[in-house]
C-alpha cells in the first residue's frame, strides 16, 4: 500500500519559534508538495519540489522554507511561526507524468 | 493560478437521495481528479478523468469530464452517512508543471 507520511498529527508550537513539518513517502515518485488547507480557501500551494534540492514556489511561500536532501523526504520548515500560520498542513506526492497526488494524514498546527 | 470553482460548498441531504457537485474553470485542464477527504485526514484520490466528456462509474458515484475540459460533475446516488466528506476536484493545467489546482472543495453531510 502506498503511503505519504507526516511526522505529526497535531503540533502546538509559540509564536516565534522554528518549526518543522517533515514528509516521506515510500512510492519512489519524483515530485512532492506541500499545502495548507484553511476553511473557505481550499488547498493552497506552499513549495513543491520536482527533484532532490530542487524547489518550486507555490501560491504562499511567504514566512516558509522547504529542504529535499533525499527523493523520499521533504520538510516544510516555518522559520518563525506566528499565529497566522495556524492550520493544516497537507503533504502529497506524485509521479511525474501522471496527474494523480497522494496525500499524507496531515498536520494540524497551532500556534499561540 | 487557474481558478476551479465548486458548487454547492455546503450540502446537507438525508440518506437515500441523490446530489451533483460541479466543479468549474474556465482554464482547460488535461485531466481533472476527484478527491474525497474524511476529518482529520488527508485527501484521497477518487478518480481522475481525462477525455473530454469522459463518464466513470465508482459503484453509486458517477463522474463527468466537461466535452471542453474545464469543468466537471460527480454526481452521487442514494447517498449513504459513509459518502460524508469534503469532495475536492483538482485540474492538472496544460502548462507541463507538475503541481495541480484544487477547487475550495464541497462539504457533503449525509444524515441517517
Known amino acids: 500500500d502506498v503511503k505519504v507520511t507526516q511526522s505529526s498529527r497535531y503540533l502546538v508550537k509559540r509564536t516565534g519559534e522554528k518549526v518543522f513539518l517533515e514528509c516521506v513517502q515510500d512510492?519512489?515518485?519524483?515530485?512532492m508538495f506541500w499545502y495548507r488547507q484553511d476553511p473557505g480557501l481550499g488547498l493552497r500551494l506552499i513549495y513543491f519540489?520536482?527533484?532532490?534540492?530542487?524547489?518550486e514556489k507555490g501560491d504562499i511561500p511567504e514566512g516558509y522554507s522547504v529542504s529535499r536532501e533525499k527523493k523520499e523526504r521533504f520538510s516544510l520548515i516555518l522559520e518563525s511561526a506566528s499565529t497566522n500560520q495556524t492550520s493544516m498542513y497537507l503533504c502529497?506526492?506524485?509521479?511525474?507524468?501522471?496527474?494523480?497526488?497522494?496525500f499524507g494524514q496531515g498536520t494540524r498546527l497551532t500556534v499561540v | 493560478t487557474q481558478l476551479l470553482e465548486q458548487s454547492p460548498q455546503f450540502l446537507s441531504i438525508q440518506e437515500g437521495e441523490n446530489l451533483t457537485v460541479y466543479c468549474n474553470s474556465s482554464?482547460?485542464?488535461?485531466?481533472l481528479q476527484w478527491y474525497r477527504q474524511e476529518p482529520g485526514e488527508g485527501p484521497v484520490l477518487l478518480v481522475t478523468?481525462?477525455?473530454?466528456?469522459e463518464v466513470k462509474k465508482l459503484k453509486r458515484l458517477t463522474f463527468q469530464f466537461g466535452d471542453a475540459r474545464k469543468d466537471s460533475s460527480l454526481h452521487i446516488t442514494a447517498a449513504q452517512p459513509g459518502d460524508t466528506g469534503l469532495y475536492l476536484c483538482?485540474?492538472?493545467?496544460?502548462?507541463?508543471?507538475?503541481?495541480?489546482?484544487f477547487g475550495t472543495g464541497t462539504r457533503l453531510t449525509v444524515i441517517p
Open positions: 502529497a506526492s506524485s509521479k511525474t507524468g501522471l496527474p494523480e497526488a497522494f
Open positions: 512510492m519512489d515518485h519524483e515530485n
Open positions: 519540489s520536482y527533484d532532490v534540492k530542487m524547489k
Open positions: 482554464s482547460v485542464f488535461s485531466s
Open positions: 478523468v481525462v477525455t473530454g466528456g
Open positions: 483538482a485540474g492538472d493545467p496544460q502548462t507541463g508543471a507538475n503541481n495541480l489546482f
